[in-house]
């Protein structure tokens, strides 16, 4: 655990786990209950990461610096910081690897466009499926 930026582990399911930063586990978890209360059963499918991980990640997605999927430079994510989660609905990460889904084609992204903010998340303008407390 670093001093810097502390974690939290959150449960997902039974069988997994989410790791956030501390200063966001209880909104996550607030937000996650209240999306399954709408019978919205969204789940982490990437949180924290390493830098070590985020260097791995971009050096597959963006080969000779062209991404096929959006990633961030290593050093920039917010995974990183613990301060973001990719969504997932029904074991797919939500809309991937599109920056938005059409209304009513996905409830996960329905749901979290209309209620993230109220718990301090913002989506990323090119990615449908992460949320972070910055929006980037």
Same mark, same amino acid.
């Given at each position: 655990?670093?001093?810097?930026?502390?974690?939290?582990?959150?449960?997902?399911?039974?069988?997994?786990?989410?790791? /956030?930063?501390?200063?966001?586990?209880?909104?996550?978890?607030?937000?996650?209950? =209240?999306?399954?209360? %709408? $019978?919205? !059963?969204?789940?982490?499918?990437?949180?924290?990461?390493?830098?070590?991980?985020?260097?791995?990640?971009?050096?597959?997605?963006?080969?000779?610096?062209?991404?096929?999927?959006?990633?961030?430079?290593?050093?920039?994510?917010?995974?990183?910081?613990?301060?973001? /989660?990719?969504?997932?609905?029904?074991?797919?990460?939500?809309?991937?690897?599109? =920056?938005?889904?059409? %209304? $009513?084609? !996905?409830?996960?992204?329905?749901?979290?466009?209309?209620?993230?903010?109220?718990?301090?998340?913002?989506?990323?303008?090119?990615?449908?499926?992460?949320?972070?407390?910055?929006?980037?």
């Amino acid at each position: 655990r670093s001093t810097l930026f502390p974690y939290t582990t959150l449960f997902r399911s039974l069988a997994d786990t989410a790791k /956030v930063n501390s200063l966001i586990a209880e909104k996550i978890k607030q937000m996650m209950e =209240a999306a399954h209360a %709408a $019978g919205v !059963n969204i789940t982490p499918e990437s949180d924290f990461r390493s830098s070590a991980d985020q260097a791995a990640l971009y050096e597959q997605n963006c080969p000779g610096g062209t991404c096929s999927v959006a990633t961030a430079k290593p050093g920039t994510s917010q995974h990183e910081r613990g301060l973001a /989660v990719d969504w997932g609905l029904n074991g797919q990460t939500i809309c991937f690897p599109n =920056a938005t889904c059409p %209304a $009513g084609s !996905n409830a996960g992204y329905d749901w979290l466009m209309a209620n993230a903010k109220t718990y301090g998340f913002y989506k990323l303008d090119s990615e449908a499926w992460h949320f972070s407390t910055s929006g980037f």
